[in-house]
């Protein structure tokens, strides 16, 4: 079983990157693959290995915190790899954690593919299960989950998402000119997160 695959980035979509690894290249499902748009430094991805019948998925997260939150919605009913890795693209993984422990509904059911029942299922299934995840998701429940993110580049969230992706090697510019775009189709509710994934595709569209 595959635990991590350490390589560089030799093709990227919109749900997966493609790793090349000593000359093999492993298509890897990830939350956020324009994240890595920007290195040719070779990096390291966390695998969950899922087989099934008719295909073998690899899917693959930047910390082992993301793995092992994959692995536990994985066991909430209705809860797939793709249902899975789009929540993971849709909250940072304290957040979810949070969310469950204060059991909000509100948030959970703002995530892809999370509707009410299924929210409902992740609180039963998980909240009293999480503890045994990194040290750090044990004070999860002081986390302040609403930060509405407003038109203004100055919001926390933006601010945020503006900082990681100064340090992913943007400039001030591309930024300006990404949040220009986007500020007036974001809904008020994105994490940094979803906003950093949309600059990102808007960054590498051009």
Do not use: C
């Amino acid at each position: 079983m595959i635990d991590f695959l350490r390589g560089k980035v030799a093709h990227l979509e919109s749900e997966y990157v493609v790793l090349d690894v000593r000359d093999v290249g492993y298509r890897v499902f990830t939350p956020n693959p324009y994240g890595m748009a920007r290195t040719d430094e070779p990096i390291q991805l966390y695998i969950y290995h899922h087989v099934r019948e008719d295909a073998i998925h690899l899917f693959g997260f930047t910390t082992r915190d993301e793995q092992a939150l994959f692995r536990r919605l994985l066991e909430v009913s209705g809860i797939g790899p793709k249902v899975a890795l789009g929540v993971l693209a849709g909250g940072r993984p304290e957040a979810v954690v949070a969310a469950i422990q204060q059991e909000n509904l509100t948030f959970l059911t703002k995530l892809p593919g999370i509707g009410r029942k299924t929210a409902q299922r992740m609180i039963l299934d998980l909240k009293d299960k999480l503890g045994t995840l990194d040290s750090r998701w044990a004070v999860a429940s002081m986390i302040d989950l609403e930060e509405p993110v407003t038109s203004d580049s100055s919001s926390s969230a933006w601010a945020a998402a503006r900082e990681a992706l100064t340090g992913l090697g943007y400039r001030d510019a591309e930024l300006d000119k990404a949040w220009l775009t986007l500020k007036d189709k974001v809904t008020g509710e994105e994490s940094p997160d979803v906003l950093i994934k949309k600059a990102l595709q808007q960054l590498f569209q051009g």
